[in-house]
Structures are given as C-alpha cells and as structure tokens.
C-alpha cells in the first residue's frame, strides 16, 4: 500500500468491523509496533499485542447492532472516521483516526468520545471486556 492511499487498509477495517470481530483478521491489520490512544487511558498502550487487546474489546463494547460509521475523511494514509452507537440506552458518537503504514498495516488508532455520559460508560464496559480477556 502506498503511504498516498489509505483505501486497502480502510477497505480492510470495514471488513473487520462487518465481519463480526475476527480476532485473526485484526491481528493480520496490526503492525508489529502498532500505538493505540484511549479515550480513557492517559497513555499510549504500544505495540501488537497491547493493541490488539484493547482493539478487539471495543470491537465487541461498541460494534452492536445499532454501531455505525456517518462519514469518513481520507488524507493519504490516515482517515477519520466518525462513528454513533449506544450502550445501556447511552448514545455514543465517536471518532476513529487511523494510519497506516507502508505495508498497509495499521500504525497509529486513536478514539475520541463524546459525551462524558458515553466516556464513562465506554471505561466501565472496557474495563469488564479487558479483564474477562486477561482471564
């Protein structure tokens, strides 16, 4: 993938999002030494692994039913992504920013919530997802 394009790694996150989660498929988007940004953790959680955790929680917190993307924003390798969903009667609108890298691989996934009603929920159902997969 050209770092002029973002639409192989875009076309492959849709994927992901539409095919139910697949933890593999996730994993085969990441690279080796992927950041994501937390709307909830102050810091940078860095690498593959640590990723893809928090990737495939939010995954199954946010991506419902009722989860959809609105609009997107594509500047070469990043795209912005705004999403709605709700959790427990809760509307959540968010933003996804994405990069990628040379290889097409995500590089850099940061999230962006809002209202503080939704952060707080998002935290409290994050927090149950990660724990039952550290388990």
């Known amino acids: 993938m050209s770092t002029k ?14 095919g139910g989660g697949d933890p593999q498929a996730l994993r085969d988007l990441l ?5 994501f940004h937390s709307p909830v953790v102050h810091t940078p ?6 990723v893809f955790a928090y990737l495939h929680a939010a995954s199954h917190v946010l991506g419902g039913d009722d989860f959809r993307y609105l609009r997107e924003i594509i500047d070469g390798e990043q795209a912005m992504l705004e999403f709605q969903s709700s959790l427990d009667g809760i509307q959540i ?43």
């Not at 394009?5 to 539409?18: I, P, T, V």
């Not at 690279?31 to 950041?35: K, L």
């Open 45 to 50: 959680q860095e690498g593959r692994d640590k």
């Open 93 to 135: 609108n968010g933003v996804d920013i994405i990069t990628w890298n040379d290889d097409g691989k995500i590089s850099d996934f940061k999230v962006m919530i809002r209202p503080l009603k939704a952060i707080n929920k998002v935290w409290e159902k994050m927090g149950e997802m990660l724990a039952a997969q550290a388990r």
């Open 31 to 35: 690279a080796e030494d992927a950041v």
């Open 5 to 18: 394009n973002a639409g192989a790694g875009l076309a492959a996150w849709h994927a992901y999002m539409a």
